[in-house]
Every structure is written in structure tokens, then in C-alpha cells.
């Protein structure tokens, strides 16, 4: 019986993350209003749409007979994540106004560090 590494729960991890950057938006209105709301739910919106995109690209095949098309799509899967990161905080700079940069890459930077311990969610 061949026993195969299971795929990590790609979606769940993505409604954990879209959770915590709700409550962080929720805090950020509570602390200083709109301004910071909205910026901290981009920062992690920017988190969130290319790590999903990743880990759908990165998951799409399994098993040793293509272990080739596992390894270009991680590649794949990791080097768009960046490009998406990168066009989404110009896309932010360029026509949200205002914007808190506090709020924005708080956000950013909490949900990358959520993302450590994603794998402990089942």
C-alpha cells in the first residue's frame, strides 16, 4: 500500500488568514478609524490573494511520477506570488488615497507571520 503526503488544506489555511485580517481590520477601526481599517485589510488582502495562489499552483500535482511538474510549479507557483505581491502594493501606492503605511504593512507583516504556523492548522 503506497502511503502519499497529504495536500495542506489550502482553503482552510485561506479563511484562517481572511479571519485574522478581519479582526486586525476590526482592531485598526476600533484604534484609529476608516483610514487604518481599509489599509490593514489591503496589507493583508496583498498577504493573502498570491499566498492562495501559490498554494493552489505549488498543490496542483502529487505522487513521484511528476515529481519534474511538482518542482516547476513550486518554482512557478512562488515566483508569480512575488510579481502578484509586488503589483499589489504599487497598484495600492499608486491609487488609494489616503492610506495609513503603519496600518498597511502591519497587516502585511502579522499575517506573514500567522503564516509560519499554518502548519498546525488541520
Do not use: H
Request: glycine share 8%.
Amino acid at each position: 500500500m503506497a502511503i502519499g503526503i497529504k495536500r495542506p488544506p489550502i482553503f482552510k489555511i485561506f479563511c484562517t488568514q481572511l479571519a485574522v485580517s478581519a479582526l486586525i481590520s476590526a482592531f485598526y477601526y476600533w484604534l484609529s478609524g476608516g483610514v487604518a481599517a481599509y489599509s490593514a485589510l489591503l496589507g493583508g488582502l496583498v498577504f493573502i490573494i498570491p499566498q492562495l495562489y501559490f498554494g493552489i499552483k505549488a498543490f496542483m500535482f502529487s505522487g513521484a511520477r511528476v515529481i519534474d511538474k511538482i518542482v516547476v510549479n513550486f518554482y512557478k507557483g512562488e515566483s508569480s506570488k512575488i510579481i502578484i505581491i509586488v503589483i499589489g502594493f504599487a497598484l495600492i501606492f499608486t491609487f488609494i488615497r489616503p492610506i495609513d503605511f503603519f496600518a498597511l504593512y502591519s497587516s502585511f507583516i502579522t499575517l506573514l507571520i500567522v503564516n509560519c504556523f499554518s502548519v498546525f492548522i488541520k
